[in-house]
């Protein structure tokens, strides 16, 4: 699976930003999707997380109400649709795959239950 993200950006404090993050092969329907994100100088963290059925969501505290994460199985991608973004949403944000993942939050959240990466897209939130 290869996974692709794109739509970052500048964009000023309060406004909105929509990542899209598109899969390579076929079997994306069995794949549990999540955003994670990091920002110069820290560690990677988890955004949100959608089963690979679409039934079921996950969010950080950080951005819960803020951001909503979307999937369309027939297109192959995963969006995040982001809403009043902080400056403290600064960050390069990357999208993961991770086949039939879906459980605890702490296996959700974490970066090593996922096995496929994309690049990331960078987003810059202006103050």
């Known amino acids: 699976v290869q996974l692709q993200a794109c739509g970052g950006g500048l964009v000023q404090a309060g406004g909105s930003l929509r990542l899209s993050c598109a899969a390579s092969?076929?079997?994306?329907?069995?794949?549990?999707m999540g955003w994670f994100r990091q920002a110069p100088g820290k560690e990677r963290e988890f955004v949100a997380a959608?089963?690979?059925?679409?039934?079921?969501?996950y969010y950080a505290d950080s951005v819960k109400g803020r951001f909503t994460i979307s999937r369309d199985n027939a297109k192959n991608t995963v969006y995040l649709q982001m809403s009043n973004l902080k400056f403290e949403d600064t960050a390069v944000y990357y999208c993961?795959?991770?086949?039939?993942?879906?459980?605890?939050?702490?296996?959700?959240?974490?970066?090593?239950?996922?096995?496929?990466w994309g690049q990331g897209t960078e987003v810059t939130v202006s103050s």
């Open positions: 993961a795959a991770a086949a039939w993942l879906w459980g605890t939050q702490v296996d959700i959240a974490t970066t090593t239950q996922y096995n496929y």
């Open positions: 092969g076929r079997t994306f329907s069995s794949k549990s």
């Open positions: 959608i089963r690979w059925s679409g039934d079921s969501t």
